[in-house]
């Protein structure tokens, strides 16, 4: 079944591979270059993790499911590994996300954790759904991949162009 052969996905995994490698390396540069600002505020240097973890885990699952002859057991519980990983990480961050006047609305709260989550659960999802061969299988690894690149380029926006105004 197509939604449960990781050999199946290999295009998907190798565009998402190098798509994600190269944005990647081009976040980190920009980091770099930017590195002084970005540390002048309180919760980008977070925001700038939580970027480049994303796009790590979207390399790190992408080269997970190229890996020749391997079951989808297999592959749901490296996604289950990877998701557990990077959501450590990124979960740690503090959400700063107070306004000019100290107030922290929830609704800005809100988007703050639905930005992290967006790739993440998706791609979790996606191993359990591997591990009992139901529920969508690697459809869901599609969707994390992308609404984990989606996420990542929305905080390299932050830290690339808000951060100037």
């Known amino acids: 079944m197509t939604a449960y052969d990781p050999s199946e996905w290999s295009d998907l995994f190798v565009a998402s591979a190098g798509a994600s490698a190269a944005l990647l ?4 540069v920009a980091v770099s270059i930017n590195l002084e600002r ?3 505020y309180q919760g980008l240097p977070g925001r700038a993790l939580e970027a480049l973890m994303q796009l790590t885990c979207v390399l790190i699952v992408s ?3 190229l890996v020749p002859g391997q079951s989808h057991v ?3 519980f490296e996604l289950l590994l990877v998701t557990a990983v990077i959501a450590a990480i990124i979960l740690r961050q503090p959400i700063i996300v107070a306004d000019e006047t100290g107030r922290e609305p929830v609704s800005w709260k809100v988007s703050r954790w639905t930005v992290r989550l967006a790739g993440l659960v998706p791609i979790g999802v996606a191993g359990i759904s591997l591990v009992v061969e139901a529920g969508g299988g690697l459809y869901w690894l599609a969707a994390g991949i992308v609404l984990a690149i989606a996420a990542a380029i929305a905080g390299a926006w932050v830290l690339l162009v808000e951060i100037l105004r």
């Open 74 to 76: 297999a592959l749901g």
């Open 25 to 28: 390396g081009l976040l980190f």
């Open 38 to 40: 970005i540390l002048k």
């Open 63 to 65: 080269l997970a499911g």
